[in-house]
C-alpha cells in the first residue's frame, strides 16, 4: 500500500520533533529512515503506526486520511529492538497472537502460523518459549508475528541493534529475503548507514527533525545533498577553499595553492564564492610511479599508517600540498601497497568530488 506523510509536525512541549516532513513510502518497497540519535525517528515511526496524532499535516493510507484511526484500526506490523515477544507463551503462540485478535478461524489460523514460521525459518522451535531461544531466534519470531497479519505497513525499529555483528550480518540477509518473498511495505528505522546502505530500496536521511535527502542508497552515498547527508553516510574529508573559475558543470576550486577541477554540481556558484569540499577515502586513487601525463587533481602524498582490514587496507596520507590536514584512503589489499614513508602521486578524479557552499552545516 501507499503511505503519503504530508507536512506532518509533531511538538514535545517546545520541541520540533517532527518538522513538516512529507514523504511517500512506496507500495512494496522497503525504505528506510536514518538519522543520528534523536532526529525524529522513532517519533515519526510512531506517528505512522497510531502512538501519537500529528499536530499538523496528513497521513495517508492509501487514499484514505488516517490521522485519526487508531492503532488497533491501521494493519500494521510492528518489531521493535527488543522482540517484545510475550515470554509465557510459545513460539507458535506468539506469532499466532495476532490472528487471535482478529478471530481468525483454527484451520485458517494454523496454517498461516505453520506458513510464517516456514518464512522465517522457524518452525523446529514452534512450541519453544522465548527464553529458550537466542536473540537472532526470537527476532525471526518477532519479524513472523509482524508478517502474519499481512500488513499494510511493516515498522522495523532498530530491529537488528540487540544483535551481535555476525548475527546481524545474517539477519540482513533474511530480511532482505522476507521482504522480497512477502512484498510487504515497510519503514525501517536506524542509525546505522551500513545496515541502510545494504538494505534499503530507499532511504530518507532525517536530521534535527527534518527529512535532508530521500533517494536510492547509491544516489545518496555518491551524490548526497549535503554535508550532513555526505558525513552520516561514510567516512569524507574536508577541504576549504574559493571558486577560482566557473564555467557550466566544471568548476576550478582554490584551496591553499592547489586548484581542484570539480565537474559533478548541483549549486550554481559564482567566482569567489567560499566553499567546501569533500572525497571519500575510496576515491583517493593512487598512481602507478611511472604515470607521465598526470591527470587532474593529483597531488603527492606520503603514507604515514596503513591499517589491514582484510580484503581492503586504509591508508593515513599527509601531504606538503595540504599542511596540517590527514587523508583516509582506501585500497584493495594488495602485494603492491606502497611502504610507510614512501612519497606517491594519488588523485581524485574531478566527477568524485563533493562541493557545498562553506556556510552549510556538516
Ligand atoms: P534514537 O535513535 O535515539 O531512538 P530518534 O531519532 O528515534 O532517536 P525520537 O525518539 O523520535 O528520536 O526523539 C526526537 C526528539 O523528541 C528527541 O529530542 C527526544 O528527546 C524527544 N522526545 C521523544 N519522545 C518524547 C516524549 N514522549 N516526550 C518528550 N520528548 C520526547
Known sequence: ?????????????????????????????????????????????????GFYTPDSGNIYFGDKCFNNIPPEQRNC??????????????????????LD????????????????????????????????????????????????????????????????????????????????????TALYVTHDHSEALSLAQRIAVMNEGIIEQYASPTEIYQFPNSPFVAGFLGEIDWLEG??????QNNLTVKTGNFLWQITHVTHTYKTGTSVQIGFRPENIIQLPSDIHDLPANTFSASIIQTIHMGALCENTLISQTFPEKKFKQLQLTSPLISKIGTINNFQIPPDRLLIFPATEKK
Open 1 to 49: 500500500m501507499l503511505i503519503r506523510l504530508e507536512n506532518i509536525t509533531k511538538h514535545f512541549g517546545s520541541l520540533k520533533a517532527v518538522n513538516q516532513v512529507s514523504l511517500e513510502i512506496k507500495d512494496g518497497e522497503l525504505t528506510f529512515l536514518l538519522g543520528p540519535s534523536g532526529c525524529g525517528k522513532t517519533t515519526l515511526l510512531r506517528l505512522l503506526a
Open 77 to 98: 506490523g510492528m518489531i521493535f529492538q527488543n522482540y517484545a515477544l510475550w515470554p509465557h507463551l510459545t513460539v507458535e503462540q506468539n506469532v499466532a497472537y495476532g
Open 101 to 184: 485478535v482478529r478471530k481468525i478461524p483454527a484451520e485458517e489460523k494454523k496454517e498461516r502460523v505453520r506458513e510464517a514460521l516456514a518464512t522465517v525459518r522457524m518452525l523446529e522451535y514452534a512450541q519453544r518459549t522465548p527464553n529458550q531461544l537466542s536473540g537472532g531466534q526470537q527476532q525471526r519470531v518477532a519479524l513472523a508475528r509482524a508478517i502474519i497479519i499481512r500488513p499494510d505497513l511493516l515498522l522495523l525499529d532498530e530491529p537488528l541493534c540487540n544483535l551481535d555483528t555476525r548475527l546481524r550480518l545474517a539477519m540482513r540477509d533474511e530480511i532482505r529475503r522476507i521482504h522480497s518473498e512477502t512484498g510487504l
Open 242 to 247: 574559493k571558486i577560482e573559475k566557473c564555467e
